[in-house]
């Protein structure tokens, strides 16, 4: 199978029998043990998985595609959520990647490999009966390449903005951690952390496979953190299963062995990748959790060698407060059909996304 710019693509039903992507993936989810890793995942309700082998431009890269049920994301139900709107989906969705993947992206490098990607997943939504292919996690370029990919071959598609990740760098000492702070908010945040700290709040690193044991009673910390948010957004497979991914670390806040509050990430090339948080809200020192603990990760993240620190998606004004970048990521779905209905709901969704993001983007646009 070729595409219209002569890509060689070259489909998988094992992951293991695909080939090594020719670059180094910029991010953990990005990575061959996180799509393997997705293959096993229950909470998410994969339906079918393929893998898509292109080569373009002398680079090879694999795009993995997941099956998912109308309102079998998680992830995705929670910005429906966010947004005050009833499931969108009429029918099975094929995601390029994962909703709950903070970046995708896979397939868009070039306009040979972006072409090739929109050629590939549009022909297995056909196959499969999807009623759109959905590539979530985009920085601004990866989308401008799929959507100019997709108008060359007349697929009906969609670029919009849907979520904002939130970044910034760590400096070489902890004191610069309190520096990249707002002098607004940087005193209380210390105070906070300090007043954790005389309490006996200790912070604990599990890695690797010693997530395992600590799995079960963290997801039940993160769901009850993401229920206050709305939506339950985890299961225990979610952190047994991406414990494979390389440097997979659980930070826990412990007060006298007791597991007190936890974020749960990756130490990958140079970042910490924050991507669950949960708090013992029962806990005396529950209020106090997450600014101690937060900046404890960071402590964490510069004594082990990390310059940047990304936390993650939502909760804009905390992040804000911590002096972390927000960066506008993005969505594009190519549409079964034109489904006009769908397009309106679609374009709302972030629309509402929007109105409640921009008070803390500055100059970015949404």
Not at 105 to 119: E, L, P
Not at 238 to 263: C, I, K, M, S, T
Request: aromatic residues 8%; hydrophobic residues 40%.
């Amino acid at each position: 199978m070729t595409s219209p710019l002569t890509a060689d693509i070259h489909w998988h039903t094992r992951l293991q029998d695909a080939p090594a992507d020719s670059r180094t993936p910029g991010h953990p989810s990005r990575t061959r043990q996180w799509a393997t890793a997705w293959q096993a995942v229950t909470t998410e309700k994969v339906l079918h998985h393929r893998h898509a082998t292109i080569t373009a431009d002398v680079h090879t890269e694999t795009v993995s595609f997941y099956l998912v049920p109308p309102n079998g994301s998680p992830y995705w139900a929670s910005q429906e959520a966010d947004a005050g709107m009833e499931p969108i989906w009429p029918g099975p969705v094929l995601y390029a990647g994962s909703p709950h993947a903070q970046y995708n992206g896979a397939g868009t490098t070039g306009a040979a490999m972006a072409a090739a990607t929109v050629h590939a997943g549009t022909a297995l939504a056909k196959e499969l009966d999807a009623c759109a292919v959905v590539h979530p996690g985009l920085r601004p370029h990866q989308a401008t390449a799929l959507t100019r990919a997709a108008n060359g071959q007349l697929v009906h598609t969609l670029d919009l903005a849907t979520d904002v990740a939130h970044t910034r760098h760590l400096g070489r000492t902890f004191d610069d951690w309190w520096a990249g702070m707002p002098n607004s908010t940087r005193r209380e945040a210390r105070r906070i952390w300090r007043r954790g700290t005389e309490e006996g709040l200790i912070l604990e690193a599990a890695t690797g496979q010693a997530i395992h044991p600590l799995a079960t009673q963290f997801a039940a910390l993160a769901n009850t953190t993401a229920d206050r948010h709305g939506t339950r957004l985890y299961g225990a497979d979610h952190f047994h299963v991406l414990a494979d991914v390389p440097g997979a670390v659980l930070l826990q806040a412990r007060q006298n062995d007791e597991l007190v509050g936890g974020l749960y990430g990756w130490l990958y090339r140079g970042t910490l990748s924050l991507w669950a948080s949960g708090i013992d809200y029962r806990h005396p020192c529950a209020r106090r959790t997450y600014t101690w603990l937060l900046s404890e990760a960071a402590r964490w993240a510069i004594t082990s060698g990390a310059d940047r620190i990304d936390a993650g998606r939502a909760n804009y004004r905390a992040k804000a407060g911590f002096g972390f970048h927000p960066d506008v990521l993005r969505t594009v779905a190519h549409l079964a059909d034109d489904m006009p209905q769908l397009q309106a709901q679609l374009v709302e969704l972030s629309h509402r996304l929007g109105e409640q993001a921009k008070p803390y983007l500055g100059t970015q646009r949404w």
